[in-house]
């Protein structure tokens, strides 16, 4: 299906539910990676799939791109709390309270979730949890100022915004539960800055859990990169159910 994005055009809506008969305990809305310019909601369809065969009800989303209908990021981070709202009713109609529904994604993806899901504008995205797989953007003032400059012009971030866009900008108690897979191989996102994002959770009296896979690089968690697939979604849909599910 499609959902309507801030600007009125259609966006794609990739909905993946459990088996006819089954009702979903939990339910997820994902968004794909490419540095904000590139990507598909076809990219995180095969975890949707998996997910969906677990009893969850998942679904893959597309925002505008870059160049392709978004002129900043604001605009991407506008259609995802489109996307989370037009999910939201969906899963409202199969039953599922907003408490068991979680949002997250894949780098720049998983970046645009966690903003949406920890920053607090007039009107909050509603997220009992968040997955984040090899997650962008964690703590931005971490690189040097020329890096963070050239991350800046390829993320439509204005000039010296950067700490507006750091997720460990928004940390306080109160943050959604949060699941991480990182590999200690990434080399978009340093694990140190993902450590250093998991330890101010914590010490804000967050739930934050970051699994880490040796010498993963970054994507590692796609069918057939390195195996971690099976792995990575398995752990996710425990995540779900026992966490939101059971709550």
Sequence with gaps: MTYEAADGSA?????????????????????????LRTGSADDLAPHCRRLAARGILA?????????????????????VRRAVERFTRLAAQRELQTSCLASGGSSAGAHL???AAM???????PAAAVVAFNPAGL???????????SIEQ????????????????????????TLIHHGT?????PIDHVRRFRDAMVRAGNECTLIE???????????????????????????????????
């Excluded at 966006?11 to 990676?33: D, N, Q, S, Y």
């Excluded at 390829?154 to 539960?177: H, T």
């Excluded at 010498?215 to 779900?240: E, I, N, Q």
């Design 11 to 35: 966006l794609p809506l990739l909905v993946f539910e459990p088996a006819e008969g089954t009702r979903p305990a939990a339910g997820i809305v994902l968004f794909h990676g490419g540095a």
């Design 59 to 79: 679904a893959s989303a597309g925002y505008r791109l870059l160049g392709q209908g978004a002129a900043s990021i604001e605009d991407c981070v506008a259609d």
């Design 113 to 115: 979730a966690l903003l």
């Design 119 to 125: 920053s607090t504008p007039d009107q909050p995205v």
């Design 139 to 149: 703590d931005l003032l971490a690189f040097s100022p020329q890096l963070r400059r």
């Design 154 to 177: 390829r993320a439509g971030i204005a000039a010296g915004r950067a700490v507006e866009y750091s997720l460990i900008e928004f940390v306080r108690p109160g943050n959604p539960p």
């Design 185 to 189: 191989g990434d080399e978009v996102e």
């Design 213 to 247: 896979y040796a010498h993963a690089a970054h994507a590692f968690h796609y069918p057939g990169r390195g195996g971690h697939f099976d792995g990575v979604v398995d752990t996710t849909a425990r995540f779900l159910l026992n966490r939101i599910a059971a709550n």
